[in-house]
């Protein structure tokens, strides 16, 4: 997650655990993730990070 002024940007993690490149980059499997946005007016007015 990264701001930029009134910009934010978030690299939701992938659905699936099994990334064969993952494995063999960091020698364990991924953790899969999901990134949920709830809009109002366009925008997203509370932004928090629940694991």
Not at 20 to 47: M, Q
């Amino acid at each position: 997650m990264d701001t930029d002024g009134p910009r934010t940007f978030i690299q939701p993690p992938a659905m699936e655990s099994e990334s064969t490149w993952w494995r063999h980059s960091k020698g364990t499997t991924g953790a899969p993730g999901l990134v949920v946005a709830v809009t109002k007016n366009g925008e997203v007015p509370v932004k928090e990070v629940v694991r």
